[in-house]
C-alpha cells in the first residue's frame, strides 16, 4: 500500500517529513511536492533506490533524472566542475525551477544520468521539498511521479492514480503552482543549450550569462541515451489522441462531432461552457485556458487530467502563439500530441 500524508505546504508536519525522510534513507520511493510538479524521489547515491523510480514508472534506462540538493555546496559536491555561470545562476534562480547540466562526479551512479558523463542538478523552492531533502540529509534524484510518457501530476491525487501500490510514500501539499518542469540548461555546452524549456525563459538565463541556444524544433527520435529528461518525442501524453491546431480548433470540432466523438476542447477564445450536439450525441467539454503564459502553464496538465477521466475519444487544442513565453507550454503539446 502507498501511504499518504496530507500536509501543509507553507509548515510541514515534521512527522509526516520525518516518516518520509526515513524511507528515503531505507531506498524507498517518496512522491513529494515541487514548485513545478509532484517529484518521484529516491537517494540519489543508491543505485538500487534509483532503480526502483524506473521500475515504478516503467522509464526507459536511456532517459535521466534530476537530483535535487538542500544547498549550493551540495551540488557542488557532485559536480566535478563548478564554472562561473553556474555559479551565477544558481545564486540567482535558486531555490527555483532551473536544472544545471554539468560534469558529474563518479559518486554519482551512472543509473541516474543514464550512462552520461554530466548530471542535472538543482534546488527545489516547495517549503515541503526543500523539508524532506533536510531531513533526509541525502541527495534526491526525482523525476515527475506518474507513469513514463503520461501526464505530469500536478497534485497528489494525480500520483496515487498513476503509481497508487507502486510507491511507498506520497507527501500531499495540494496543487503545485508552476505547473510545468523546471529549465533544463546544458553548461557543458558552448554556447550552454537549453535542453528542456520551462518556467524560467531564456530571456532571462540570457540577461545573466550571455547568448544561449534554444532547443531544436526537430524532435529527437532515437534511441541514444539524453542528457537531460524531457526529450523523448512522445512525453506528457494524456491517454485520448490529441491534436494541436494552429488557427484555432472550432472547425476540427465540429468535424469530430458530426463523426459521434467524445471531445475535449483547450480554448482561449471561446467563451461558452460544455457542449452538446443533439443531432450526433456527441459530447464537448470544453475548458477555457487562460491567456497569460504562467496561468496557462499552472492550469495545462491539471486539464489534460480531467480530460482523461473525462474518458474523452479525443482532445482538440488551440495552440498558443509561436512566441517565446509559450516556448516550454508548446513544447509539452508537441510532445503530447505525438503518438
Not at 13 to 24: E, F, G, N
Not at 238 to 244: Q, T
Request: charge should be negative.
Amino acid at each position: 500500500m502507498t501511504e499518504v500524508y496530507r500536509l501543509s505546504s507553507c509548515l510541514p508536519d515534521a512527522t509526516a517529513i520525518a516518516r518520509a525522510a526515513d524511507v528515503l534513507r531505507g531506498g524507498g520511493l517518496v512522491a513529494f511536492p515541487t514548485e513545478t510538479v509532484y517529484g518521484l524521489g529516491a537517494n540519489a547515491l543508491d543505485a538500487a533506490a534509483v532503480a526502483r523510480i524506473f521500475a515504478a514508472k516503467d522509464r526507459p534506462a536511456n532517459n535521466p533524472l534530476i537530483v535535487h540538493v538542500a544547498r549550493i555546496d551540495e551540488a557542488r559536491e557532485l559536480a566535478a566542475e563548478w564554472p562561473d555561470n553556474a555559479a551565477r545562476l544558481a545564486e540567482r534562480f535558486w531555490p527555483g525551477p532551473v536544472t544545471l547540466v554539468l560534469a558529474k562526479r563518479p559518486i554519482v551512479p551512472e543509473i541516474v544520468t543514464a550512462g552520461a558523463v554530466t548530471v542535472g542538478l538543482r534546488i527545489p523552492a516547495h517549503p515541503v521539498a526543500r523539508a524532506l531533502l533536510e531531513a533526509a540529509g541525502v541527495p534526491i534524484a526525482a523525476p515527475s511521479a506518474n507513469r513514463s510518457n503520461e501526464i505530469s501530476p500536478t497534485t497528489a491525487e494525480h500520483v496515487v492514480k498513476s503509481l497508487g501500490g507502486r510507491i511507498d510514500i506520497v507527501l500531499d501539499a495540494g496543487p503545485t503552482s508552476g505547473g510545468l518542469e523546471s529549465t533544463v540548461l546544458d553548461l557543458t555546452a558552448r554556447p550552454p543549450r537549453i535542453l528542456r524549456p520551462g518556467l524560467i525563459a531564456p530571456a532571462e538565463i540570457e540577461a545573466l550569462i550571455g547568448p544561449v541556444e534554444r532547443p531544436s524544433a526537430v524532435l529527437d527520435t532515437s534511441q541514444q541515451p539524453r542528457a537531460s529528461p524531457g526529450q523523448l518525442p512522445r512525453h506528457y501524453a494524456p491517454r485520448a489522441l490529441m491534436e494541436c491546431c494552429t488557427d484555432g480548433g472550432s472547425e476540427r470540432v465540429a468535424v469530430l462531432t458530426r463523426q459521434g466523438l467524445r471531445l475535449g476542447w483547450l480554448t482561449s477564445a471561446y467563451a461558452g461552457r460544455d457542449t452538446f450536439s443533439a443531432d450526433t450525441k456527441a459530447v464537448v467539454t470544453t475548458i477555457i485556458m487562460p491567456t497569460e503564459p504562467a496561468a496557462y502553464a499552472t492550469r495545462l496538465f491539471a486539464a489534460l487530467h480531467e480530460l482523461d477521466d473525462a474518458n474523452v475519444d479525443r482532445i482538440i487544442v488551440d495552440l498558443p502563439p509561436d512566441e517565446e513565453p509559450w516556448l516550454a507550454i508548446r513544447d509539452r503539446l508537441r510532445r503530447g500530441s505525438v503518438q
